[in-house]
T-cell receptor, first 115, second 111 residues
Framework: GAGVSQSPSNKVTEKGKDVELRCDPI?????LYWYRQRLGQGLEFLIY????????KSGLPSDRFSAERTGESVSTLTIQRTQQEDSAVYLC?????????????FGSGTQLSVL | DAKTTQPPSMDCAEGRAANLPCNHS???????VYWYRQIHSQGPQYIIH???NNETNEMASLIITEDRKSSTLILPHATLRDTAVYYC????????????FGGGTRLMVKP
C-alpha cells in the first residue's frame, strides 16, 4: 500500500481480554517499530523489528505484551489479559532499513480502550 | 543519545514565521538533529534533519548553531494546519534501533 496501515483503527475491550493489533508496513521496508502513546503524553517505544527478528524488546512493559513479524511484512502486537492502563494509541512505523530516520513513516494508530 | 530540551508550548500568528528552539548541549560529533511533528490524531511525520550545516526543504528550515549545542526549526509562513506537537531528536544516523520522542513543543497557530 501507499502508507503504513494499522487495524483496527479503534478497539474497545473488556479488562482481562486479549487483543491483537495489526500493522502493515510500507512494502519493502525492513524495519518496523511499535510505540504506545497514552492520552496527552509522548511516544513510548515498545519494540523494533529488523526483518522478522526483534533485536530490541526493551520497551515491552510486561510479559503480557508480545509481538511478532512474518514474511518481513505484517506485524502483530498482542496484549494478553488487558488492563485499564493499557488504554492508549498504539502506533506502528516502518522504514526502508533500520536507522533510516528521515524515511520513517507512521501509521495512524490503533486507539485501544480497556473498560 | 544526547538529551534535548524544548519549551512545552508556543503560539504563533497565522502567516508569521514560527521559530521552534531546541537545546542539545551534550550532542556528539556524529549525532544528527531530527525534527518530527505530530498533528492531532495522526502519527508523527518527518520534517527535516541536519548535522552541522543549515538545511531547508519544502516544509521548513533548520538552523544549527556553530557549536551545535542548539538548533531552531523555522516554519516560514505558519498556517493553521501547522498546529501540532514538534519533536526535536538527536540521533546517530543509520544507528539502527528506535528514535526516542521526548515531550516536544506544542505549537498553536492562531488566526
Amino acid at each position: 500500500g501507499a502508507g503504513v496501515s494499522q487495524s483496527p483503527s479503534n478497539k474497545v475491550t473488556e479488562k482481562g481480554k486479549d487483543v491483537e493489533l495489526r500493522c502493515d508496513p510500507i512494502s519493502g521496508h525492513t524495519a518496523l517499530y511499535w510505540y504506545r502513546q497514552r492520552l496527552g503524553q509522548g511516544l513510548e517505544f515498545l519494540i523494533y523489528f529488523q526483518g522478522n527478528s526483534a533485536p530490541d524488546k526493551s520497551g515491552l512493559p510486561s510479559d503480557r505484551f508480545s509481538a511478532e513479524r512474518t514474511g518481513e511484512s505484517v506485524s502483530t502486537l498482542t496484549i494478553q489479559r488487558t488492563q485499564q492502563e493499557d488504554s492508549a494509541v498504539y502506533l506502528c512505523a516502518s522504514s526502508p532499513t533500520s536507522g533510516s530516520y528521515e524515511k520513517l513513516f507512521f501509521g495512524s494508530g490503533t486507539q485501544l480502550s480497556v473498560l | 543519545d544526547a538529551k534535548t530540551t524544548q519549551p512545552p508550548s508556543m503560539d504563533c500568528a497565522e502567516g508569521r514565521a514560527a521559530n521552534l528552539p531546541c537545546n542539545h548541549s551534550t550532542i556528539s560529533g556524529n549525532e544528527y538533529v531530527y525534527w518530527y511533528r505530530q498533528i492531532h490524531s495522526q502519527g508523527p511525520q518527518y520534517i527535516i534533519h541536519g548535522l552541522k550545516n543549515n538545511e531547508t526543504n519544502e516544509m521548513a528550515s533548520l538552523i544549527i548553531t556553530e557549536d551545535r549545542k542548539s538548533s531552531t526549526l523555522i516554519l516560514p509562513h505558519a498556517t493553521l494546519r501547522d498546529t501540532a506537537v514538534y519533536y526535536c531528536i538527536v540521533r546517530v544516523d543509520n544507528a539502527g534501533n528506535m528514535l526516542t520522542f521526548g515531550g516536544g513543543t506544542r505549537l498553536m497557530v492562531k488566526p
